[in-house]
């Protein structure tokens, strides 16, 4: 499976990937009205399509609109009008690339503060130590949310279709809904959607057939799994092997492999195995493993700004290459990597000790770029993290207000 970063890649759906660099997914918080997509977002994604990168990843979108992990997020439900999406799938194509959304529930990851519900497959809540009041404390799902929540992602992917998408990823890495069933620290259930990594995963492969099931087999499916949650006791490199393989059968295109949580937030470098942070490509001593057994191409995202590290990434064997961060800051990075150019800008890294902190003002960093990009300004790279966290909240204080109003208004109109 091994290929060269400009090689093309066909994957089982019958659609080919120009290129083996995917933009990871990030959400944006960037809704307009009525949780929608508009002209910020399209002008974001065709700055991404014109510099070369192979596969778009939206940021995630959410299947649930009671269920939001942050309240600028874009929803995609059985209501919302289609026609901003396919503004948004045709941003994201003008380059010639692919573009797919990622679709996301999270569970118990939700801000208290935010209406709506909180979910998890247990009652148990987010633990951040003196951070853990930022989180909703969940309530366990009864069987008909679950069955009911399957469908909402089923109902999402095949409106993606209809809006012009040529694939959804449904995420089930990183703490959301998907992962925490997965994981056995936070399922507690003993019914068969908890005990044994079958019933933990019973969920997951619910939800693939279900969104199979309802788009059609030239549209990609996949799949962004932790290939580690990084915690004592948590969803392990083992059990990733095992998920992977039960979902090859189920008609999977790729599987995205990153890592971590709130809890413990390897997927910008900082996991509780503070190693990850000095290296690049954070996750790819578990990825060498799991390629030698994988039945489905692998994608790897979390620590890639250089060419050097992509190329020793493929050829570990994996299909795909994800950035986020380093296409934020550079979005035609592939288009110079073309070239023999590297990036000539760098995210400033954010070394507070506070892990849960640093990793909020990293994540508040790369959304400053993404911001400065929807408005045609180019990044700057420089702005001081603790600028751009407060900048953040501020934003997110009059988006909680909108998103209220939106909730629980008519929504008729759609
Ligand atoms: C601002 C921001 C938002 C993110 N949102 C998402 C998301 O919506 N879905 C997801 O799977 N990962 C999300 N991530 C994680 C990225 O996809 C990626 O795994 C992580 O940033 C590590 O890759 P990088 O080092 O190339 O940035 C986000 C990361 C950042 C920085």
């Known amino acids: ?71 600028a997020g874009v929803v995609l439900d059985e209501h919302a009008p289609l026609k901003p999406f396919a503004e948004w799938a ?17 569970g118990r990851q939700v801000a208290s503060g935010m209406p709506g519900v909180v979910w998890g497959p247990s009652d148990i809540g987010v633990s951040l130590g003196k951070h ?20 909402r992602y089923a109902v999402t992917a095949h409106r993606a279709e209809k809006a012009g ?17 997965l994981s056995p620290l936070v399922n507690q259930r003993t019914d068969h959607w908890g005990g044994s990594l079958e019933n933990r995963a019973r969920m997951l492969l619910d939800t693939v057939r279900a969104v199979r099931a309802a788009v059609s087999p030239s549209f990609a499916v996949a799949v962004k799994l932790n290939s580690a949650d990084f915690q004592r006791g948590g969803f392990d490199a083992e059990d ?6 039960m979902l090859e059968p189920l008609g999977v295109d790729l599987v995205e492999l990153s890592g971590g949580s709130y809890e413990s937030p390897a997927m910008t470098g900082r996991s509780t195995d503070t190693r990850t942070q000095a290296r690049e490509a954070y996750f790819l001593d578990l990825a060498r493993d799991l390629v030698t057994t994988s039945p489905v191409p692998l994608m790897l995202t979390g620590g890639i700004t250089r060419r050097a ?41 954010v070394t507070w000790s506070d892990k ?3 990793s909020a003002a990293s994540m508040a960093q790369v959304r400053h770029q993404m911001r400065r990009l929807a408005r045609g300004s180019s990044p700057r790279p420089g702005t001081h993290p603790a600028i751009a966290l407060i900048a953040e909240q501020r934003k997110q204080r009059t988006a909680l207000r909108r998103y209220r109003a939106w909730l629980t208004g008519p929504r008729g109109a759609a």
Do not use: C
């Not at 853990?132 to 469908?151: K, L, N, W, Y």
């Open 132 to 151: 853990s009041s930022r989180f909703g404390r969940p309530t366990a799902m009864t069987a008909q949310q679950i069955d009911e929540t399957v469908t």
């Open 356 to 358: 849960a902190l640093a």
């Open 165 to 181: 998408f040529d694939g959804v990823e449904i995420h089930a890495a990183h703490g959301y809904l998907l992962s925490q069933f």
């Open 1 to 71: 499976m091994t290929g060269e970063l400009f090689s093309p890649l066909p994957l089982r759906s019958g659609q080919v990937l120009k290129n083996r660099i995917a933009k990871a997914a990030m959400e944006e918080n960037m809704a307009g009205d009525g949780q929608l997509p508009d002209e910020q977002l399209f002008t974001l994604y065709r700055q991404w399509a014109a510099g070369g990168t192979g596969l778009l990843i939206t940021g995630n979108v959410m299947v649930h609109a009671e269920a939001l992990t942050g309240p």
């Open 240 to 245: 990733a092997r095992q998920v992977i393989a």
């Open 309 to 349: 590290t992509a190329d020793r990434v493929l050829d570990s064997g994996v299909a795909v290459i994800g950035m986020g961060t380093a296409l934020a800051v550079t979005p035609d990075l592939p288009h110079r990597w073309h070239g023999g150019r590297e990036a000539d800008r760098r995210m400033r890294p």
């Open 90 to 106: 045709e941003a994201g194509k003008s380059g010639g690339g692919a573009i797919w959304m990622q679709i996301n529930h999270p």
